[in-house]
T-cell receptor, first 115, second 111 residues
Framework: AQSVTQLDSHVSVSEGTPVLLRCNYS??????LFWYVQHPNKGLQLLLK??????LVKGINGFEAEFKKSETSFHLTKPSAHMSDAAEYFC?????????????FGTGTSLTVIP | NAGVTQTPKFQVLKTGQSMTLQCAQD?????MSWYRQDPGMGLRLIHY???????DQGEVPNGYNVSRSTTEDFPLRLLSAAPSQTSVYFC??????????FGNGTRLTVT
């Protein structure tokens, strides 16, 4: 079975400070993992993806995530938060490698950036 | 390159009315799916399709029907709208070698 747990429903950081959004997963297969971002009243945009290549994945807008199999985690980080990073972030696991046909979403983490 | 196109963007229905949310993709993706997004619940899978002529239920299928007559189109039908179906609906597509590509969503209100 596949599932995703986002450990924080809300995260608040000051502009210019690091961002950490936590995600743990459970998967019966070698998973593909994704982070999506959703700005208010917008659709979902892919930030980055892990598909069994390098464990440290770099995405758009300075975000990166590290796949840690021993900890079943895929935390999202950014060294310095910008105001434009304020959004909802979703961690997603796929049931089979390279995307596949079943995707499981976490409940989301709302990121607030304080000026 | 249009990607995934959803129409309409907004819709208001009265309880008991029916309607169809349209979804089309131009990337020749075999996999298409519908999600609903509600506050605090993330995205929940309603129905999905792994190819033309093949559909299956997701996590919350009750009250919704789908069909997949072509690779490009995957409409979602509400048979008799209920206030509990007030939500934002997203259509998505992918292949086995890609993540999900989302449409911009349909905001539905049922009064």
């Amino acid at each position: 079975a596949q599932s995703v747990t986002q450990l924080d429903s809300h995260v608040s950081v000051s502009e210019g400070t690091p961002v950490l959004l936590r995600c743990n997963y459970s998967s019966s297969y070698s998973p593909s993992l994704f982070w999506y971002v959703q700005h208010p009243n917008k659709g979902l945009q892919l930030l980055l993806k892990y598909t069994s290549a390098a464990t440290l994945v770099k995405g758009i807008n300075g975000f990166e995530a590290e796949f840690k199999k021993s900890e079943t985690s895929f935390h999202l980080t950014k060294p310095s938060a910008h105001m434009s990073d304020a959004a909802e972030y979703f961690c997603v696991v796929s049931a089979v490698p390279l995307g596949g046909n079943q995707f499981y979403f976490g409940t989301g983490t709302s990121l607030t950036v304080i000026p | 390159n249009a990607g995934v196109t959803q129409t309409p963007k907004f819709q208001v229905l009265k309880t008991g009315q029916s309607m169809t949310l349209q979804c089309a993709q131009d990337m020749n993706h075999e996999y298409m799916s519908w999600y609903r997004q509600d506050p605090g619940m993330g995205l929940r899978l309603i129905h999905y399709s792994v190819g033309a002529g093949i559909t299956d239920q997701g996590e919350v299928p009750n009250g919704y029907n789908v069909s997949r007559s072509t690779t490009e189109d995957f409409p979602l039908r509400l048979l008799s709208a209920a206030p509990s179906q007030t939500s934002v609906y997203f259509c998505a597509s992918s292949t086995t070698a890609s993540p999900l590509h989302f449409g911009n969503g349909t905001r539905l209100t049922v009064t």
